[in-house]
């Protein structure tokens, strides 16, 4: 298996950049309603939207690994999740509701920008898809860990928009559910033979988005790192929650009992080619009497209610905590994130042109080094397709073992250019986790600049890889490919 070849500013460096190359996808799939772009692949349903170039589609069935025969994340419960999505959707509520948000976003400060007025329906679209997952996770009688917060996609039975916001990372699989602290659940788990980077539970006390604005967005109230997990032999472990102590029980998450908690699960997947998500089920094992579901309008209602507080949050929380938290084409220094789940630094980036922004970071030892960029309000640009994030086995690596990146609006030949989707602006984010020995990370970002294009090449070190159109076309089909494998392992 090859990596797509590459060339350097002095020799070539073919090492540095790119996975494995398998039999590419073959292109078919339908595109979802709420989204410009096609980002997902495989067997769409029947009331979805013709045909998108970007679609793909595989006749492969996935891995049996699931408890249902099918895999980690395409299980029924989320093609039931995703089916019920898209009818919520469609209804008069929501759509009244997305139309409110797209005027919020449009009258915004970044939304009067050339860039943010391109990315308004993007971002809105997004968030509305978001809050509808987030509506369907808060049935704390039948809870499900609902895969939210991703990119669109179309395969075995899931069918669902982009749903990303709040600068998602494309390295993570999202599960979230909610909980009651008058009830007790149990989450039976299995590992993959290829483990994820980092699995992460945090609880949190309320869903992200609607709580008083504060840097955190919330309060984390516990979390259980995946390397902690006392697990069988044959794989499995058990995860206990409810609001008693642990008393000598492994694995327990212990919750407040007098109102609900909010369950985010993180596989970070540094590897997409090889590393699969946990298989993860939840049950709830005893509570007061279960109550009536929920009817689809007062679904819709919920969902509406979400979005009505979860838009206006995060536009007000990035312009507070990074528009007006820092200057233009800068970061903030790294800071430790709650729960263990190392550092982490967030900036923005407002280019002309004929300008880039050069980044340098040093690992620090961490397992997982992660640089995204997003539009202004915070969706990250394409990434299943493109390449607006990079992770350590994604990039092309210095010689002295760091890593340069550069911005710009359009591709300068640079292996490790993150693609804004041909616009100038929006947010650039670096996360460094799984780290070891230097949990603060300290140095770890080297430098920070803005140059002329005519000044890149002098600009970089001699050493960095370059990338020619044919080259950037074999980088994209690979990072497809390695995308979608979260979907079939």
């Not at 020619?468 to 690979?478: L, V």
């Amino acid at each position: 298996m090859g990596r797509p070849p590459q060339s350097s500013i002095t020799t070539p460096h073919h090492h540095h950049c790119g996975v494995p190359l398998r039999t590419h996808l073959v292109a078919a799939g339908l595109v979802a309603a709420l989204s410009a772009s096609a980002l997902g692949f495989g067997v769409a349903n029947a009331d979805d939207q013709p045909s998108s170039p970007q679609s793909a589609t595989t006749q492969a069935a996935p891995a049996p690994l699931g408890a249902d025969g099918r895999t980690a994340i395409v299980t029924d419960g989320q093609a039931r999740v995703e089916k019920l999505g898209r009818q919520i959707l469609a209804t008069d509520m929501m759509r009244q509701q997305l139309d409110q948000t797209k005027a919020l976003y449009a009258a915004s400060a970044v939304g009067q920008t050339p860039t943010g007025k391109a990315s308004t329906d993007t971002a809105a679209n997004a968030i509305a898809a978001a809050a509808v997952l987030y509506a369907l996770s808060l049935d704390t009688d039948r809870p499900f860990l609902t895969w939210d917060v991703n990119a669109e996609h179309h395969f075995a039975g899931l069918n669902f928009p982009n749903s990303g916001f709040g600068i998602e990372n494309p390295d993570n699989v999202y599960r979230n559910t909610m909980l009651a602290g008058n009830s007790a659940y149990r989450i039976h788990g299995r590992w993959p033979a290829n483990r994820p980077t980092q699995l992460h539970f945090e609880l949190r006390d309320a869903l992200p988005g609607t709580t008083d604005l504060t840097f955190e967005a919330g309060n984390t109230i516990g979390a259980l790192p995946g390397d902690e997990i006392v697990t069988n032999p044959d794989g499995t472990f058990d995860i206990t929650i409810d609001s008693t102590p642990a008393d000598g029980r492994p694995n327990h998450l212990q919750i407040p009992a007098d109102t609900t908690s909010f369950l985010v699960v993180r596989d970070l997947l540094n590897n997409w080619a090889t590393e699969d998500p946990v298989y993860l089920d939840i049950k709830r094992v005893s509570g007061p009497p279960v109550a009536p579901e929920k009817t689809l309008d007062q679904q819709a209602a919920d969902s509406a209610q979400i979005l009505g507080k979860i838009a206006p949050f995060w536009l007000k929380y990035f312009d507070t905590f990074v528009y007006h938290g820092t200057a233009k084409n800068t970061v903030f220094p790294l800071k430790q994130r709650p729960g263990g789940h190392g550092v982490a630094t967030i900036g923005w980036f407002d280019l002309a042109d004929d300008e880039a922004m050069v980044i340098t970071l040093d690992p620090a030892g961490a397992k997982s080094l992660g640089i995204q960029i997003t539009n202004p309000f915070g969706t990250a640009y394409e990434y299943r397709n493109r390449t607006s994030s990079f992770n350590t086995t994604q990039a092309a690596q210095n010689p002295d073992g760091t890593y340069t990146y550069v911005i710009a609006k359009n591709d300068p030949g640079i292996a490790n250019w993150l693609d804004p989707s041909g616009n100038s602006s929006g947010m650039v984010s670096l996360r460094w986790q799984q780290l070891g020995a230097n949990p603060s990370a300290d140095g770890a970002i080297r430098t920070t600049q803005v140059v002329k294009l005519g000044d890149l090449k002098s600009t970089l070190p001699p050493t960095t890889s370059t990338m020619s159109h044919s080259e950037r076309a074999q980088q994209r089909a690979h990072r497809a490919q390695d995308w979608d494998h979260r979907l079939k392992g």
